[in-house]
């Protein structure tokens, strides 16, 4: 059982440079997003999309995209990355855009 | 604006019962959320509720009360494993979700 799987788990990054994470899911979910979890703050959406070909902006998108070419996949791209953009990053899946979420196991990220 | 707020912290006793509260200001609503994150994991589903009320499911029930904005979680016959963060996040007019900064919930033998 797969569910939501996301890479790297974790990784040191020199800021300016480019940066990628992954996220694939079995589930065939419509719905798939980008959150970012700091200490002491609620989890903030990023990024989203409702369905394949689609995607959307949340509450802090500045400095990431995405792209969502397929159902399962939903990569998310910091094009240069700044010491700001120091966080966990989950990537999640609902079956629509109300509904329950799946949450991958996070990727953490350090920009020195 | 849009607002959850829920405590930072919480301590209880192992086998004791212990209620978590979330007041949220949304624009519009369509159900609030509870979710459980371990230290270090990902969050994890628990419960959902949309009418006003007690939805039970187990150990935890969940509770809301539309016209007061207000949520509890209720954990009952608390265990060591229960020590974790607790997340209320209500859903706007738009079924965006609005996340509080959660509840880390501290359980003593």
């Known amino acids: 059982i797969a569910g939501i799987t996301q890479a790297p788990t974790s990784q040191i990054l020199a800021a300016g440079r480019r940066m990628t994470l992954r996220c694939t899911q079995d589930?065939?979910?419509?719905?798939m997003y980008w959150y970012r979890q700091d200490l002491g703050l609620g989890l903030r959406l990023i990024h989203y999309s409702n369905t394949a070909g689609t995607t959307g902006k949340g509450e802090v998108p500045d400095g990431y995209s995405v792209s969502r070419a397929n159902t399962d996949d939903f990569p998310l791209t910091l094009a240069s990355a700044v010491p700001s953009q120091t966080s966990v990053y989950f990537c999640?899946?609902?079956?629509?855009?109300?509904?329950?979420?799946?949450f991958g196991e996070g990727s953490r990220l350090t920009v020195l | 604006g849009q607002n959850i707020d829920q405590p930072t912290e919480m301590t209880a006793t192992e086998g004791a019962i212990v209620q978590i509260n979330c007041t949220y200001q949304t624009s519009g609503f369509n159900g609030l959320f509870w979710y459980q994150q371990h230290a270090g994991e990902a969050p994890t589903f628990l419960s959902y509720n949309v009418l006003d009320g007690l939805e039970e499911k187990g150990r935890f029930s969940s509770f809301l009360s539309r016209s007061k904005g207000y949520s509890y979680l209720l954990l009952k016959e608390l265990q060591m494993k229960d020590s974790a963060s607790y997340l209320c996040a209500g859903l706007d007019s738009n079924y965006q979700l609005i996340w509080g900064a959660g509840t880390k919930l501290i359980i003593k033998p």
């Open positions: 589930m065939r979910h419509n719905a």
């Open positions: 999640a899946s609902s079956v629509g855009s109300a509904g329950e979420l799946f």
